[in-house]
Structures are given as C-alpha cells and as structure tokens.
C-alpha cells in the first residue's frame, strides 16, 4: 500500500507496531464500550499486510483491520474501522473502506462483509451509506449476541 494525501491525512499500510497505538484508543474510541478482548494483537501480527491506517502529523487517526477470508477467496472480511471521534464525518471512514476495497478486488474478491452490533446505529448508518445491506442475524455470536450483518458487492 503507498501512501495517499487527503487533507493533511496520510493513509498507509498497517503496521505490526501500530497495535499498542490503537489498543491504548480503542475503548474510548468506541464511546467506552469493552472493545479491546475483540481486537487482540494477532490481527496486527498476522493480518496487517491487509489493514490501514491513517495519519496526521504522524500520530495514528483512524485504522481498518480487515482481510481476504480463508474459506471463501471472493470473500473480503472487515473486523474492525475506526476514526479518531475529533476527526469524524469528514470522509476517513469512507477514504480507509475505499482502499481497502481496491486492495480486495486486486486479489480477486467479487464481495465484502463485516457485522457489528446493533447498539451501534451510527456504524449502521455509516455501512448503509456505504452501500452495504444490512440484516440482524439472531444469536450470531452466541445466545443473545444478536449482530448486524453487512455485505455489498465489490463490483
Ligand atoms: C463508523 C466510523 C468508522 C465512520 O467514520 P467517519 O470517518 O466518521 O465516516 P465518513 O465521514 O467517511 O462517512 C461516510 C458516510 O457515512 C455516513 N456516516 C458516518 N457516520 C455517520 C453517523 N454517525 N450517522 C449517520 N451517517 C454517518 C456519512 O454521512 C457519510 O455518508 P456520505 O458519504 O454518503 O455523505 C466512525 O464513526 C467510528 O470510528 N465509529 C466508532 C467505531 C465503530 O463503531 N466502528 C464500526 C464498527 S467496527
């Protein structure tokens, strides 16, 4: 991944390293919820050549842990998106999913999908506006654990 201008953000390619900036934002970032057992550091060991992230002034502003899926080689799969809350609603989200779809249609995804939970209507509505559809898949991870499932074509 080479870097891109936006603004004054720079985006690139994750990095191994960046797992201690992230995990140190992570919950506040996500408004306080426990985020941090659902992103432990083997998806920045194992699954950063896939991801992104975005600077300003060289500190971390946003990132995207996501991959091809083992199972399923068309099938592209985003864990995690986040932004800085200060720098929110000014296109990062869309300009770090936007990236990444193109580095997944270079290895040969046709699809992308990704769930989140359905307390979090604002990442609903990003996903809608990012043309994914939605559905709530009861119980997904686990009795209770109802999510929201997201997919879009890549086309
Ligand atoms: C979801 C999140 C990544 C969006 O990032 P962002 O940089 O603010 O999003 P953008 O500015 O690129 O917005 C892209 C589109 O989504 C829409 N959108 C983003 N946040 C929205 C919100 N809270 N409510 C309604 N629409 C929203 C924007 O209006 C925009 O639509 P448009 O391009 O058609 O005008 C960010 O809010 C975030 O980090 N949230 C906390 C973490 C999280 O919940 N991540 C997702 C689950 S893993």
């Avoid at 936006?6 to 191994?16: C, P, Y």
């Avoid at 300009?95 to 359905?118: D, K």
């Avoid at 997904?140 to 074509?153: M, N, T």
């Amino acid at each position: 991944v080479t870097s891109e201008r936006r603004g004054s953000i720079a985006i690139r390619g994750l990095r191994e390293q960046d797992y201690d900036a992230v995990i140190a934002v992570l919950d506040e970032w996500w408004g306080g919820r426990s985020m941090a057992p659902l992103l432990p550091r083997l998806f920045f060991e194992h699954f950063h050549d896939s991801g992104l992230a975005a600077e300003r002034e060289g500190h971390l502003v946003a990132f995207l842990v996501g991959f091809r899926s083992q199972a399923d080689p068309e099938l592209a799969y985003i864990h995690f998106v986040g932004v800085d809350p200060a720098l929110r609603g000014q296109g990062i989200g869309r300009a770090l999913y936007e990236r990444f779809f193109e580095l997944m249609r270079q290895l040969g995804c046709s699809r992308v999908a990704c769930i989140t939970s359905p307390v979090n209507t604002a990442s609903v509505a990003f996903h809608r506006s990012m043309g994914f559809s939605d559905r709530i898949h009861r119980d997904h991870d686990g009795p209770e654990q109802h999510r929201v499932v997201f997919e879009r074509s890549l086309g």
